[in-house]
């Protein structure tokens, strides 16, 4: 498949990071309120007064005991849930401030922004969640979606085009226990322009994340105090740690 000189698609969990990143970017308001939020979440988490007193607040208000959570800023999801919190959290936080004047706190046109901006962001802090885990349930939520697809004809490609898109539905549908990449490997030459598309768009892995999983493992593994391991037994720890 690698020697058809295509291009794929790969890691789409980083390119639908940087596209929200950059969507971000756009709102003119959204760098302030993300700046300000920062500097009231840093507050609470540095200081055991102040989580104290959050958490205090929090059961009085009857409100389950939740911390605030920060934010790294390479991952856009972490944001989300940097600000998610915040707003969720904002009463007892509100209160749990001795002086409220001593942080820029957001005014109520910028909560307004702010709560627009999360039921945006939602949708795809699920997807970013969703493709960062190693099962790949991502594929049950796109079988109902993809089986409702199937069988519809475009209507703006060439005559050429329709008929091989004709000729493809006909076939009908592969057993969900057969490997897709099989599937159009043996029929590039029937199917040459669904070829290319199934390429660019079959992206499993849908993201790098287990492999950084393990790269981390390997971090934790080889120590100050374990530095004499060779590759091989390293790689047999790492393959146990994994597996078992």
Not at 53 to 65: D, E, F, H, I, S
Not at 121 to 146: C, G, M, Y
Not at 218 to 244: C, H, Q, W, Y
Request: aromatic content about 8%.
């Amino acid at each position: 498949m690698n020697s058809s000189n295509s291009t794929f698609n790969l890691h789409f969990a980083h390119k639908l990071n940087l596209i929200v990143k950059k969507s971000c970017d756009q709102i003119p308001e959204l760098p302030s309120i993300r700046h300000k939020s920062w500097q009231i979440v840093s507050f609470f988490r540095s200081s055991t007064t102040a989580k104290e007193k959050l958490a205090q607040v929090q059961q009085q208000m009857g409100r389950p005991t939740l911390k605030l959570v920060n934010e790294v800023p390479t991952r856009w999801n972490s944001t989300y849930q940097m600000l998610s919190r915040l707003h969720d959290e904002k009463e007892p936080v509100w209160v749990s401030l001795a002086s409220p004047d001593r942080f820029n706190t957001l005014t109520a046109d910028e909560l307004n922004i702010l709560r627009e901006a999360l039921l945006v962001l939602a949708p795809f802090h699920q997807a970013t969640v969703e493709l960062s885990e190693e099962s790949f349930r991502i594929k049950d939520n796109l079988w109902q979606q993809l089986d409702q697809e199937v069988g519809r004809q475009t209507t703006n490609a060439t005559a050429d085009s329709i008929i091989e898109v004709q000729r493809y539905l006909a076939e009908g549908n592969i057993s969900r226990q057969e490997d897709p990449l099989t599937y159009w490997g043996n029929r590039k030459t029937s199917y040459p322009h669904l070829f290319h598309l199934a390429l660019q768009f079959l992206c499993t892995p849908a993201s790098s994340v287990p492999c950084e999983r393990v790269f981390s493992k390997a971090g934790e593994i080889v120590s100050k105090k374990r530095n004499r391991l060779n590759a091989k037994t390293l790689d047999k720890l790492i393959f146990l740690n994994k597996n078992l």
